[in-house]
């Protein structure tokens, strides 16, 4: 079992910066793929980024250059660096962690892009 908890989600303007961070804790070893998707209303959910236990990193079209992930493995976090926002990037993101055989997920934290 793995549990993944979010953290950092907010209201913030046009323009502007948040950091989301992923804690994990349980059988962590396992996971060898975490990332970030994202579900806005009336949307499907959508994979924002994802960071290999080897530190590979993938990034959807929206948000290359504008968003980065990365790893602390000390700390058993990983953190979305979102920059520049925009209000289509308002939705509520989630944490996902894959093994070979299953997948975890976060709780989620909203995050809003408002002027």
């Known amino acids: 079992q793995v549990q993944l908890v979010e953290s950092g989600g907010g209201l913030v303007q046009p323009g502007g910066s948040l950091t989301l961070s992923c804690a994990a804790s349980?059988?962590?070893?396992?996971?060898?793929?975490t990332g970030w998707y994202r579900q806005a209303p009336g949307k499907q959910r959508e994979l924002v980024a994802a960071?290999?236990?080897?530190?590979?990193?993938n990034y959807a079209d929206s948000v290359k250059g504008r968003f980065t992930i990365s790893r602390d493995n000390a700390k058993n976090t990983v953190s979305l660096q979102m920059n520049s926002l925009k209000p289509e990037d308002t939705a509520v993101y989630y944490c996902?962690?894959?093994?070979?055989?299953?997948?975890?997920w976060g709780q989620g934290t909203q995050v809003t892009v408002s002027s």
């Open positions: 996902n962690g894959r093994t070979i055989l299953l997948s975890y």
């Open positions: 349980g059988s962590i070893f396992s996971v060898l793929t």
């Open positions: 960071i290999t236990s080897g530190g590979s990193t």
